[in-house]
């Protein structure tokens, strides 16, 4: 089974730290993205990544970086972060292709105080 | 902004068939339309997928219309745990293909 792991499923931050959020697949796809989900808005695309150290932004990239320094991890990264960051993040991965299914994490729960 | 259009919510009645509808109006020729589904506080799962084709699989339907402007997803004999939000996107054979989830349909069954 394709496995998409998000390190960690709830965390706490203060204002003005910089967040880490790790996803690792282990299927040696080449695509990988970062959602973020809030109440009423369903998933909105932060950034993607079609390839080693590529990305491209989504619809959403304000406040966030990332970073994919191999093929089975792509990094999210909340530079300095702040409580509208508050939310659900879903990582996301799959082969190349339209005819390709896109497999998802768990979530990662972040609460910023 | 998404590609594809559903309604917010749906009611449907243990054991019976849910009838989803989803427009994609500007699909082009080489768009895949997905369909997924999130129980609450889960990641997405993967329901079923076509292009052209009506597909089927053990989980659930897909009926594509001709022009493929639009498509239904059924659940035959829907259950209390088919009760979540319901996506359906469209995906095209991009390298650097940016999927973009709409809103969904939040699906009530009721017993």
């Known amino acids: 089974d394709v496995k998409v792991t998000q390190s960690s499923r709830y965390l706490v931050k203060r204002t003005g730290e910089k967040v880490f959020l790790e996803c690792v697949q282990d299927?040696?796809?080449?695509?990988m993205f970062w959602y973020r989900q809030d109440p009423g808005l369903g998933l909105r695309l932060i950034y993607f990544?079609?390839?080693?150290?590529?990305?491209e932004k989504g619809d959403i990239p304000e406040g966030y970086s990332v970073s994919r320094e191999k093929k089975e991890r792509f990094s999210l990264i909340l530079e300095s972060a702040s409580t509208n960051q508050t939310s659900m993040y879903l990582c996301?991965?799959?082969?190349?292709?339209?005819?390709?299914?896109?497999?998802f994490g768990e979530g990662s729960w972040l609460t910023v105080v | 902004d998404a590609k594809t259009t559903q309604p917010t919510s749906m009611d449907c009645a243990e054991g019976r068939a849910a009838n989803l509808p989803c427009n994609h109006s500007?699909?082009?020729?080489?768009?895949?339309v997905y369909w997924y589904r999130q129980i609450h506080s889960q990641g997405p799962q993967y329901i079923i997928h076509?292009?052209?084709n009506n597909e089927t699989n053990e989980m659930a339907s897909l009926i594509i219309t001709e022009d493929r402007k639009s498509s239904t997803l059924i659940l035959p004999h829907a259950t209390l745990r088919d009760t979540a939000v319901y996506y359906c996107?469209?995906?095209?054979?991009?390298?650097?293909?940016?999927?973009?989830f709409g809103k969904g349909t939040r699906l009530h069954i009721l017993p």
């Open positions: 996107i469209v995906r095209v054979s991009n390298r650097d293909d940016k999927i973009i």
């Open positions: 500007t699909i082009s020729g080489n768009e895949y």
């Open positions: 076509g292009l052209k």
């Open positions: 996301a991965s799959s082969y190349t292709g339209a005819g390709n299914t896109i497999y």
């Open positions: 299927m040696d796809h080449e695509n």
């Open positions: 990544s079609y390839d080693v150290k590529m990305k």
